[in-house]
């Protein structure tokens, strides 16, 4: 089966190193005010939480539709992917 994107084979792995800087980011942060981090971690868990359900439910309809594996994996993983950028995105504004 030939490769769909032959430009860059890493880049759908790209976001594995954004995930990392986002979660070293958020470690700093927690760790300069600890008097926040209680309920920082649970909207932190929280969110992650949201993201795995929406990302199953949408995976899993997907499969039950017939969808290939790669389109449910790319269902699955979308919504981590919206948030880790979205994280990225608003620690880099401040």
């Given at each position: 089966?030939?490769?769909?994107?032959?430009?860059?084979p890493f880049a759908p792995y790209a976001w594995?190193?954004?995930?990392?800087?986002v979660f070293a980011?958020?470690?700093?942060?927690?760790?300069?005010d600890p008097t926040k981090a209680g309920t920082r971690l649970i909207?932190?868990?929280?969110?992650?939480q949201r993201a795995?359900?929406?990302g199953a439910m949408?995976?899993?309809?997907?499969?039950m539709r017939g969808a290939s594996?790669?389109?449910?994996?790319?269902l699955a993983m979308a919504p981590a992917r919206r948030r880790v950028r979205a994280?990225?995105?608003?620690?880099?504004t401040g």
């Open positions: 089966m030939a490769r769909k994107n032959t430009i860059n594995l190193a954004e995930a990392g800087w980011m958020h470690s700093a942060q927690l760790w300069a909207s932190l868990g929280a969110e992650k795995f359900a929406e949408k995976a899993g309809a997907a499969a594996p790669e389109t449910v994996a790319k994280n990225a995105r608003k620690i880099q």
